[in-house]
């Protein structure tokens, strides 16, 4: 990792505790977070520990580990929210719409009539978010 605070991605500083965020499953090699710009209700980021910029740089033991942290957390969004589907999405370089430069899953709830993913942006009641993220965390302790 970078050693120097403004050389982190915004993601490393969130792992380290320099950026709030609603946490919803920490391991060993991931995190997973609401993403504070989501598409709909739910949608979350997992990331690896490790800063690897993109999908072409990270080794098969971390995206193994990245997957299946990606399937715990959609598994637990789709229970908890009642979602109709999900959508498992990663942006690797700019022109394909990746923004923060180190490895991260997007897994986007999916509800019927929901515009898409791509379309209206979805905003947390007060409360809500730190509900979801609650209720999201503890279903993720029975999955292990």
Sequence with gaps: MNTENNDKT???????GEIPCYKLYEDENTFAFLDIS??????????TKKPYKNIYEIND???EN????????ATAL????NADGINIV?????????????????????????????????KYKEGEAE????KVSEELKTLN
């Design 66 to 73: 990245l997957i299946k942290s990606v399937k715990k957390v």
């Design 90 to 122: 990663m942006n690797n370089e700019e022109p394909a719409g990746q923004i923060v430069f180190h490895v991260h899953i997007h897994v986007i709830p999916r509800f019927k009539n929901d515009d898409g993913y791509h379309g209206v942006k979805y």
């Design 38 to 47: 989501p598409n709909t209700k739910g949608h979350s980021l997992v990331i």
């Design 10 to 16: 915004i993601f490393e500083k969130i792992v380290a």
């Design 78 to 81: 789709k229970k908890i929210l």
């Design 61 to 63: 033991t971390d995206a």
């Design 131 to 134: 509900a979801i993220s609650e």
